[in-house]
């Protein structure tokens, strides 16, 4: 599975952006999904989860994001969305999606289960 991630931008505290992970090369509804991010100096850290449709769907947020990210997923497109919403200037980091199989819940947040990679996109919030 090949993974592209784009959407990332400059964007002031307080607004929105949404990235997208597009998939190719697998039946992506069987991966579960998470976007990771990166900032300066911090270890990657999940900031969004989703299981694969034949678990349910689930999702998961750690508390920093949660009422303000949204993941999704379209598999139909291929494709696993992360909405943004009321950025705020400590969000800024490079944003990774990443795609995994046969993960139970508690392993979402671990990167190092993962078994591919987009390329990052960098959201940057600042005014």
């Known amino acids: 599975v090949q993974l592209q991630a784009s959407g990332g931008g400059l964007v002031q505290p307080g607004g929105s952006l949404r990235l997208s992970c597009a998939a190719s090369?697998?039946?992506?509804?069987?991966?579960?999904v998470g976007w990771f991010r990166q900032r300066p100096g911090k270890e990657r850290e999940l900031v969004a989860g989703i299981r694969e449709r034949g678990r349910g769907g689930t999702t998961l947020y750690p508390d920093s994001v949660k009422g303000r990210f949204t993941i999704s997923r379209d598999n139909a497109k291929n494709t696993v969305y992360l909405q943004m919403n009321s950025l705020k200037p400590e969000d800024t980091a490079v944003y990774y999606c990443?795609?995994?199989?046969?993960?139970?819940?508690?392993?979402?947040?671990?990167?190092?289960?993962?078994?591919?990679w987009g390329q990052g996109t960098l959201v940057t919030v600042s005014s």
């Open positions: 990443a795609a995994g199989r046969n993960m139970i819940l508690s392993s979402i947040s671990d990167h190092n289960r993962y078994s591919y």
């Open positions: 090369g697998g039946t992506f509804s069987t991966y579960a």
